[in-house]
């Protein structure tokens, strides 16, 4: 079993930064990547940005490059996001994902947080 939990998600101002967290545990025997997407209501779920465990390059959706950073810490299999100059669109449900081998599995398996809640208003 595998459970990936979020925090970190909370209330900010515009212009205002935020930072988010994902642990994964359980039965892992390798994470290919973690992420963040998120959810605002009445639109579909968007990709945020992707990290790759091994060798941590990074990758981030448009919107919002430049302004978010996604990290990890290997030793803890979590993962980072520091949100600055957050804009009221920004406003989501965060969810964490990640892409994970398990013991005895021949293939890694996509795992997802329950989403952490941000909301960016003044």
């Known amino acids: 079993q595998v459970q990936l939990v979020e925090s970190g998600g909370g209330l900010v101002q515009p212009g205002g930064s935020l930072g988010l967290s994902c642990a994964a545990s359980?039965?892992?025997?390798?994470?290919?990547?973690m992420g963040w997407y998120r959810q605002a209501p009445g639109k579909e779920r968007e990709w945020v940005a992707t990290?790759?465990?091994?060798?941590?390059?990074?990758i981030y959706a448009d919107s919002v490059k430049g302004r978010f950073t996604i990290s990890r810490d290997n030793a803890k299999n979590t993962v980072y996001l520091q949100m600055d100059s957050l804009k009221a669109e920004d406003t989501a449900l965060y969810y964490c994902n990640a892409a994970i081998l398990r013991r005895g599995a021949t293939s890694p398996y996509r795992y997802w947080g329950q989403g952490t809640q941000v909301t960016v208003s003044s």
């Open positions: 359980g039965t892992i025997l390798r994470i290919n990547t």
């Open positions: 990290i790759f465990i091994d060798g941590g390059r990074t």
